[in-house]
């Protein structure tokens, strides 16, 4: 992922956080990769992206390595993958979980990719573009890197389609508003913007696919939605004094009954490169 607006996420600024908010967020993204729904969101993109065996492919904001490691997989040996990402913590943390397979590890800037012209064949981005202060020269960038007939996969988040249910409209109203541009990034409609965006980027054969991820307890939710995670620490959450013990008590008591509910559209968009 690559530093976002003066107001961050924590995801977004990654090596600038306390070492035990680092090591938490590093934990949550392995969490995160392992949640149901987003492997369904993976599993989606991934038969639109279609990477082929001996394919260089680039995994724009790799984090931990997971998904350029299953890159590698599809592949082969006689292809590989480039896991670039801007957090020298998060590269760190991805050698150390790496598994032998054909995978490059670097830090670097998604929106000055150090690689040569066509270069690739294949680039995968996952929930970095929402973080990122400028997402069509990052998307210029990966399309620059990839050759001609080569294919882009992107992957984000409509933090807009964000809904609750089992919990008070008003109250959620507030926590999510209150949030955003802290525990969720302000490019909250990046998800339902790849589409128009690889389209003036001249890409053609571009297909876009909505995976609505419902999460139907509080736990399941609390992997994916900082604002549901009780863990997220106090001096993160910027609401005002306390909306957030209130809130949490809401989502805690609609756990309880079993009729809390959260969704979340997140889209995969692949397009080939002229």
Same mark, same amino acid.
């Given at each position: ?59 724009? $904001? %790799?984090?931990?390595?997971?998904? =350029?490691?299953?890159?590698? /997989?599809?592949?082969? &040996?006689? *292809?590989? !993958? ?17 598994? $032998? %397979?054909?995978?490059?590890?670097? =830090?670097?800037?998604?929106? /000055?990719?150090?690689? &040569?012209? *066509?270069? !690739? ?110 863990m997220v620490p106090e001096h993160v959450w910027t609401t005002a004094p ?29 397009g080939n490169v002229v």
């Open positions: 992922m690559e530093p976002a607006q003066m107001e961050r996420t924590p995801f977004a600024d990654l090596d600038g956080q306390p070492r035990e908010m680092t090591a938490m967020l590093l934990a949550a993204l392995d969490e995160m990769g392992r949640h149901p729904e987003i492997r369904r969101v993976r599993r989606t993109a991934l038969e639109s992206f279609r990477p082929r065996p001996g394919w260089q492919v680039l995994d724009a $904001g %790799s984090g931990t390595g997971e998904v =350029a490691r299953s890159l590698a /997989a599809a592949v082969g &040996p006689s *292809g590989g !993958v480039i896991a670039l990402d801007y957090s020298a913590a998060t590269v760190a943390a991805a050698l150390e979980r790496h598994d $032998g %397979s054909n995978v490059r590890y670097t =830090a670097g800037d998604v929106s /000055a990719i150090d690689l &040569p012209a *066509g270069s !690739v064949d294949g680039v995968w981005c996952e929930r970095v573009l929402q973080h990122v202060d400028d997402a069509d020269l990052a998307i210029a960038e990966m399309v620059r890197v990839t050759r001609p007939g080569g294919r882009l996969c992107l992957i984000d988040t409509d933090w807009s389609s964000l809904a609750f249910d089992g919990v008070p409209p008003g109250l959620a109203r507030t926590v999510v508003a209150d949030m955003h541009g802290r525990l969720t990034p302000r490019q909250v409609d990046m998800g339902r913007t790849l589409r128009r965006r690889l389209v003036g980027k001249g890409l053609k054969d571009v297909y876009a696919t909505p995976v609505t991820c419902v999460f139907g307890t509080p736990a399941s939710a609390a992997v994916v939605l900082p604002m549901v995670n009780p306390g909306v957030r013990e209130k809130w949490l008590s809401h989502v805690d008591e609609a756990g309880a009954r079993s009729d809390f509910l959260a969704v979340l559209t997140i889209w995969a968009v692949t």
